[in-house]
C-alpha cells in the first residue's frame, strides 16, 4: 500500500488515515501480508463501530457498502471512460 503523509493536516481523519496506513506498512514490512492486514483492520473498525453504535447501525452501514464496492468507490488506480 502506498503511504500519503497526511500527518501535517488539521483533518482528524486525514490524520488517522497516515496513522493507519505507517501501521499497514510496518505490518506488510514484518511479513504480514496485505490481506491479513486488511482483515485484521476490518475487524478492528467493525468492532469499534458496532461498541460505538451497535450491531443494527453497523449492519446496515455494511449493507450500503455493498453498492459502493460495486460502483468502483474502493477501486485504487481505476480509470474513467
Do not use: C
Not at 45 to 56: I, Q, R, Y
Amino acid at each position: 500500500m502506498q503511504t500519503t503523509d497526511f500527518q501535517d493536516s488539521e483533518d482528524k481523519t486525514f490524520k488517522a488515515l497516515s496513522l493507519i496506513l505507517e501501521a499497514w506498512d510496518e505490518g506488510t514490512e514484518n511479513g504480514v501480508t496485505p490481506e491479513q492486514m486488511a482483515y485484521a483492520a476490518l475487524f478492528a473498525a467493525l468492532s469499534d463501530l458496532v461498541s460505538l453504535h451497535g450491531e443494527d447501525a453497523v449492519g446496515k452501514m455494511a449493507r450500503g457498502l455493498e453498492r459502493r464496492i460495486e460502483l468502483g468507490e474502493f477501486t485504487l488506480g481505476r480509470t474513467t471512460h
